[in-house]
């Protein structure tokens, strides 16, 4: 049965499911979605690059900056590093081969913990990480079993977990995650300091569509998939309110109810530590300006899809990050959101104070130098990748001035 089959299999016995069922369905169905399968998605011959893909410099970079955290946490003789959606582990490699190299005390109490759905890609990341598997330096969380109802609504739209419930928000600096939200197990205790990253996570979430006809429904007719409108939930009401705009006509947002949920669950788990989200995405005042509605996108072969529905499982689909949203979820868990930088002030600030020499080490020849400029360039400028990604920082248990003076938020200050 290919995923199209099952998909209209589901709708014919549920009824129309929420957009964000079927986006779930075309990434996360465990043998048939995008992410499930075991046909290469990254790099050149895939259909997306990563910044891990460019170079190692990018987790080379992230690598000074976690260390830098650590410092700030008073070099405590553990420390753990939780990455969400770590892919083939590329960066984990990067962060740890380096971090062993230049920072060995970091390292030293430096455990990676690994969250990842994909089956496929758990696998790969046992093997390009197995050195550090063997030393006991990395993990693998355990799985949990995806939700297996067939019937999902707009309040009941998440891959991870059976959830009915409201998010219930509560007064900031108190834990708030949903009653039966993401569950997001770390290695070790909750008093060990903690380091949360995510770099194009947040993106591949369902998402809810809301135009002024309503909430987005799939349906089908004669095997072929069919738009259809829905009373929009009370929540998805309450999010754009919030946190975004109401569409014009003829327009369409998207309301990123899952995203809400992680970064709920994400921000309860750092008790001390930072946050880092790195993602494409925008801020409320972006889309009230105008920009930024209907940023749900498919990716082919490098290419932009023209159809959201013409591929079911072959083609990746994101919606950029609503980046006002999950700066309040962290601090509604009691974490401090520092102001948004792009990724090209990020990694400026990181390594400017020794001229990006993480980048050419190594390079003898002219030739490999200048290669390895033009792959940074594509990392930190507006002509490459540098001004399309945006960072977000938050921190917990750390004094303010210091969370401040980190090296990837200090880019352009005097007197760091």
Same mark, same amino acid.
């Given at each position: ?58 987790? !080379? ?69 197995? !050195? ?14 995806? !939700? ?73 007719? @004669? ?57 494409? $995405? ?31 499982? @072959? ?18 868990? $009691? ?72 090296? $990837? ?8």
């Amino acid at each position: 049965m290919s995923l199209r089959e099952k998909i209209v299999n589901e709708i014919r016995q549920c009824g129309p499911i929420p957009f964000s069922r079927y986006m779930e369905l075309c990434l996360y169905d465990p043998e048939l979605g995008y992410y499930s399968r075991k046909a290469e998605r990254f790099g050149k011959a895939g259909d997306f690059y990563t910044s891990s893909d460019v170079h190692a410099v990018f987790g !080379r970079l992230l690598a000074r900056q976690f260390e830098e955290m650590w410092r700030v946490l008073g070099r405590p003789q553990q420390i753990e590093i939780l990455e969400l959606g770590p892919g083939r582990g590329l960066f984990a490699q990067d962060v740890l081969d380096w971090s062993e190299k230049k920072f060995p005390q970091f390292f030293a109490a430096l455990h990676y913990s690994l969250e990842e759905r994909s089956p496929a890609l758990r696998e790969r990341l046992q093997v390009t990480l197995a !050195r550090h598997f063997s030393a006991g330096k990395v993990s693998l969380s355990q799985r949990l079993k995806p !939700r297996c109802s067939a019937v999902a609504d707009a309040t009941d739209a998440a891959p991870f977990h059976e959830s009915t419930d409201s998010l219930n928000p509560t007064e900031k600096g108190t834990s708030a995650v949903p009653a039966s939200g993401p569950v997001l197990p770390r290695a070790f205790a909750p008093e060990v300091p903690l380091i949360i990253f995510a770099n194009e996570f947040f993106d591949a979430l369902p998402v809810e569509v809301l135009s002024s006809q309503g909430s987005l429904r799939v349906s089908e007719q @004669e095997g072929r998939f069919l738009e259809t409108w829905a009373q929009p939930s009370e929540r998805e009401i309450g999010f754009v309110d919030r946190y975004s705009v109401r569409p014009e006509p003829g327009e369409r947002v998207e309301c990123p109810l899952l995203a809400q949920e992680y970064m709920l669950a994400i921000s309860s788990l750092v008790t001390r530590g930072f946050l880092v989200v790195i993602d494409y $995405g925008y801020t409320r005042r972006e889309q009230i300006a105008g920009r930024h509605r209907g940023t749900l996108t498919a990716y082919r072969q490098h290419s932009v899809s023209a159809n959201l529905y013409e591929a079911p499982g @072959e083609q990746d689909i994101t919606a950029h990050v609503n980046f006002t949203a999950l700066a309040a979820a962290a601090e509604q868990n $009691g974490m401090l959101a520092q102001p948004q930088v792009t990724q090209s002030q990020f990694l400026m600030g990181i390594g400017e104070s020794n001229q990006f020499a993480d980048a050419f080490e190594g390079c003898r020849l002219p030739q490999e130098r200048a290669k390895v400029a033009l792959q940074l360039k594509h990392l930190v400028t507006p002509a490459g990748v540098g001004e399309s990604f945006q960072v977000l920082v938050g921190s917990r248990g750390v004094e303010t001035a210091q969370g401040v003076r980190l090296s $990837g938020l200090s880019f352009g200050q005097s007197g760091r």
